[in-house]
């Protein structure tokens, strides 16, 4: 499900001509570096849909003469990416290596918050889960395992120390997010387009990833609301001015 630019060039060369500006005018007039608009021209990312919102009044077209129709589809899918500062939460978390580490840990976890008393103490246990990369070759390649590390969130004023977890705190930080609307249709398209998604995002405006301790560099939450499961991807950012929202995950 790849968007790709229609028109671009041709309005982009026919804008600038009529406008005598240059590539770095244009990039200014689109808050982005001109290397990212050569990438645009070069078809190497695609910009996000609020940048094709401002291309199509600065150009003065309609917005599907710039992108094909798989836009439209990529909206049913995709929310918009927003940067939401994370207050700090403390978690119980577990990893697993296995063929199917996702449903083995999560199953793991839920039987965790069980036996030590959470899910009768919150009216929804939180659990939230991200790759775990320390995996061997032999243990891909022969017995095509992979890891996954499951969390489920302690909300405040909840103790325990009940045994079989890895107790920690995940400190206040700033995230891209984006939402995934029923993300297990085609889970090996849809999940690695949203860090995708992200990840152009964060280029085209000039963020950072970053890794630091502490701090989880990305995570996934699954949830499901009005009979609809949607997953939130996180991807910790550096290089923050504002963000959009301030949200506690506790």
């Known amino acids: 499900?790849?968007?790709?630019?229609?028109?671009?060039?041709?309005?982009?060369?026919?804008?600038?001509?009529?406008?005598?500006?240059?590539?770095?005018?244009?990039?200014?007039?689109?808050?982005?570096?001109r290397q990212t608009v050569s990438r645009w021209e070069s078809d190497e990312i695609t910009p996000e849909l609020s940048k094709l919102v401002d291309?199509?009044?600065l150009f003065a077209c309609k917005l599907d003469a710039l992108v094909k129709e798989e836009l439209s589809v990529q909206k049913e899918i995709y929310s918009s990416i927003q940067i939401k500062r994370i207050s700090a939460f403390k978690m119980a978390s577990y990893v697993m290596i296995s063929p199917n580490p996702e449903s083995d840990v999560m199953g793991y976890m839920e039987r965790w918050?069980?036996?030590?008393?959470?899910?009768?103490?919150?009216?929804?246990?939180?659990?939230?889960?991200?790759?775990?990369?320390?995996?061997?070759?032999?243990?891909?390649?022969?017995?095509?395992?992979?890891?996954?590390?499951?969390a489920c969130i302690i909300p405040e004023g909840f103790e325990t120390d009940y045994p079989g977890v890895q107790y920690s705190e995940n400190m206040e930080a700033d995230y891209a997010v984006i939402t995934i609307k029923e993300p297990f249709v085609q889970p090996f398209e849809t999940i690695p387009n949203a860090y995708k998604l992200i990840m152009e995002y964060l280029q085209a405006n000039n963020f950072k990833e970053k890794q630091q301790d502490n701090i989880?560099?990305?995570?996934?939450?699954?949830?499901?609301?009005?009979?609809?499961?949607?997953?939130?991807?996180?991807?910790?950012?550096d290089g923050v001015t504002k963000v959009g929202a301030f949200s506690e995950f506790n």
């Open 113 to 150: 918050a069980a036996n030590s008393g959470l899910k009768s103490a919150v009216s929804q246990v939180k659990c939230i889960g991200w790759d775990f990369p320390f995996v061997s070759q032999e243990q891909q390649n022969r017995f095509g395992m992979h890891g996954y590390v499951a």
């Open 1 to 33: 499900m790849e968007m790709k630019l229609y028109e671009f060039r041709y309005k982009y060369q026919l804008f600038a001509k009529t406008e005598k500006i240059t590539q770095e005018q244009f990039a200014e007039k689109m808050n982005v570096t």
């Open 216 to 237: 989880i560099s990305c995570f996934e939450y699954e949830y499901t609301k009005d009979e609809v499961n949607y997953m939130d991807v996180f991807v910790h950012v």
């Open 55 to 57: 291309m199509s009044e």
